[in-house]
């Protein structure tokens, strides 16, 4: 992004990282938000809403400190969890309603995960309890791949319209010829 927080980024009139915590918010009373550590200003983007903010300190190892920190803070009541990157500007509540309405249709899954409408697995992603140990011990930057290549025959793939569940803007070109798709 040569420089540019790409969650900085306005989407309907919002920082990118606010929509989608008011995304998560319009589906869940219980939200939390990986971030680096306080000093980010990442942390003002959310002001005034109504979620948990998870400090990430090692969060410079990737992606797997991010999911380790997280799902080691949820509750041990809570039966399922869903991770919502912050940086796919496609996603809405209505696919998280999908993802949700398919957990409810095939509660012997362990893995429900957002598809494109060709075929492509994508985000985002609801684990069941039974891999949140495993989820909490993550490392690096591989994120949990390997825990859903595990789950084998027990990962249900959600179709959401379009690329929605594949959209993921690195570049500040990217982010213009995204922009210039929404007119």
């Known amino acids: 992004m040569r420089g540019r927080d790409k969650l900085c980024e306005i989407i309907d009139g919002v920082p990118l990282l606010r929509r989608q915590a008011q995304i998560a918010l ?104 039974q891999l949140f140990d495993a989820l909490a011990c993550l490392s690096g930057d591989n994120g949990g791949r390997d825990i859903i290549k595990a789950a084998k025959d027990r990962v249900r793939l959600v179709c959401l319209p379009g690329q929605r569940a594949r959209c993921d803007l690195d570049t500040p070109e990217e982010w213009a010829a995204w922009r210039s798709r929404q007119i």
Do not use: C
Not at 40 to 45: A, D, F, I, S, T
Not at 66 to 75: D, H, N, Q
């Open 26 to 129: 319009d589906i869940s009373t219980h939200v939390l938000v990986a971030l680096p550590s306080r000093a980010h200003p990442r942390y003002n983007l959310l002001s005034g809403l109504d979620l948990e903010v998870i400090e990430v300190p090692d969060a410079a190892e990737g992606i797997g400190a991010s999911l380790r920190t997280v799902f080691e803070a949820i509750p041990m009541s809570t039966t399922h969890a869903m991770l919502l990157l912050a940086d796919m500007p496609d996603i809405t509540a209505t696919d998280l309603g999908l993802i949700i309405d398919e957990i409810q249709a095939h509660p012997e899954a362990l893995v429900w995960r957002g598809m494109t409408e060709n075929g492509k697995p994508g985000h985002p992603i609801a684990f069941h309890r």
